[in-house]
């Protein structure tokens, strides 16, 4: 509002000469005003005070500014009906929207940041683009194309701990959610039970091995069954026997060739499979001096390192491909053997890999 070069008092003074009987005209070529404002200060001020004066201005005053704020908050409520449909969580987001209107709709900078809380200072940020950005990004899709069963989980352990680089992993999150590689995590029915014993976690390799069959099939229908064996300290995977049968003799020449490069275990723990009980293996186990530890039936979380190996082996490469002979199979094995025991990260031993394990001790 343009503000008057006539203060309040001289105002006053003004209207107080005409009523004295001054002349309108000679009070405005005195003043060097027009005789309309002269009436419209009569009009508006006759009879007042300068306390009433300065009341009025301030009451209109205050209505201009209650005036502005509400046109402003409607225009805010408007915005917002207006982006309503799409959520809008991430402050990029925001911005996007809020340069929109700034652009369309002509309104203010301040106005648009204030309808969207966000600040001025993100509105005018520019994102600056790393070259390593590209860098993640290319890694994780090489990672989760190869190993399709892995969440961010591993590909950031894997990066970090085998790899060696140094990326935060709030940065590598958020180019593995642009890239839209996170898995659905199906939720799980949680059944009340008695919590179990934990099973105790040998010190050093070579107390307890654990060992256990996996089945599945050939292309042709015929049935292959994978014996693995593992140490329970580093989670290391020692060997896996693949064939059509697999009796107690073959298990022992499969023992027997692990403990040569590995050494002789203490225990050795199993379910009650018929290759287990069987007498030959019994003996050998008592002329080796290693204890043979039996689960109980129907019990297999007591084998739980083997049997969450197992899960592993499935979901990571026997489930995934369909093979010809029993030599495909051992073949894929061997190579997905190595890479568990030297690539890939394992929850269970702070997210570093068996042989980095095995390396620390």
Request: charge should be positive.
């Amino acid at each position: 509002m343009k503000k008057s070069r006539y203060s309040d008092s001289q105002i006053l003074a003004i209207l107080k000469q005409a009523e004295n009987g001054v002349p309108v005209p000679d009070l405005c070529r005195e003043h060097g005003m027009s005789s309309a404002t002269f009436y419209k200060w009569r009009s508006k001020y006759g009879g007042m005070d300068a306390a009433l004066m300065k009341r009025l201005k301030e009451l209109e005053s205050e209505n201009r500014r209650l005036k502005a704020m509400y046109a402003e908050e409607r225009l805010k409520a408007e915005i917002r009906q207006e982006v309503i449909e799409g959520k809008m969580v991430r402050p990029s987001h925001r911005r996007e929207v809020a340069k929109r209107l700034v652009e369309t709709r002509g309104i203010s900078i301040k106005l648009a940041c204030a309808a969207l809380s966000i600040s001025p200072t993100c509105y005018r940020y520019q994102p600056r683009l790393s070259a390593d950005n590209a860098r993640i990004a290319d890694w994780l899709i090489r990672l989760t194309h190869n190993q399709r069963n892995w969440g961010f989980g591993l590909c950031f352990l894997y990066l970090r701990n085998v790899k060696g680089y140094g990326w935060n992993h709030k940065r590598v999150y958020r180019i593995y959610r642009e890239l839209e590689l996170n898995l659905r995590i199906k939720p799980k029915k949680r059944l009340k039970r008695d919590r179990p014993e934990p099973l105790t976690v040998p010190r050093a390799i070579n107390q307890v091995w654990s060992m256990d069959f996996l089945h599945d099939q050939l292309a042709d229908g015929r049935s292959f069954r994978v014996l693995n064996v593992l140490d329970d300290h580093n989670r290391q995977g020692l060997g896996m026997e693949i064939d059509l049968s697999l009796p107690s003799a073959r298990v022992i020449r499969c023992l027997e060739q692990i403990i040569e490069w590995r050494g002789k275990p203490e225990v050795i723990r199993c379910d009650n499979g018929p290759e287990y009980i069987a007498g030959e293996l019994v003996t050998w186990m008592k002329q080796q001096g290693i204890r043979l530890e039996y689960i109980q039936p129907g019990k297999p979380q007591q084998n739980a390192y083997v049997e969450r190996y197992n899960r592993t082996v499935r979901y990571d490469w026997l489930s995934q491909y369909l093979f010809d002979s029993i030599s495909q199979v051992q073949d894929a094995a061997t190579r997905w053997l190595w890479t568990y025991n030297h690539e890939r990260p394992n929850m269970a031993i702070g997210g570093i890999t068996p042989m980095q394990k095995l390396m620390a001790a």
